[in-house]
Nanobody
Framework: VQLQASGGGLVQAGDSLRVSCAAS????????MGWFRRAPGKEREFVAR????????TYADPVKGRFTISRDKAKASVYLQMNNLKPEDTAVYYCNARYLFYSYWGQGTLVTVSS
């Protein structure tokens, strides 16, 4: 499984940004795809998750109402639409694919939000 994250960048507080994750290497039926982030000096934390089959979503409290995770089965891609960004959202964002005891990570994409 290969996960290629892209779309990070430098934005101002209140702006929007969409990061993408292109997945390859297998079919992802029954898998869960997620986004995590690691802010400077902090542990990696969960951001959002979506089930590949049904598209059920789960969000961390700090991003609820601002971030939206989605997936495009035809393109084997997962997206994280981030609105009303805050400086505390600054982090490297990682794509994750998991199924049972399998878990794969992408290389991360840096999102920097200036105040």
């Amino acid at each position: 499984v290969q996960l290629q994250a892209s779309g990070g960048g430098l934005v101002q507080a209140g702006d929007s940004l969409r990061v993408s994750c292109a997945a390859s290497g297998r079919t992802f039926t029954n898998w869960e795809m997620g986004w995590f982030r690691r802010a400077p000096g902090k542990e990696r934390e969960f951001v959002a998750r979506i089930t590949w089959n049904v598209g059920s979503t789960t969000y961390a409290d700090p991003v609820k109402g601002r971030f939206t995770i989605s997936r495009d089965k035809a393109k084997a891609s997962v997206y994280l639409q981030m609105n009303n960004l805050k400086p505390e959202d600054t982090a490297v964002y990682y794509c994750n694919a998991r199924y049972l005891f399998y878990s794969y990570w992408g290389q991360g994409t840096l999102v920097t939000v200036s105040s």
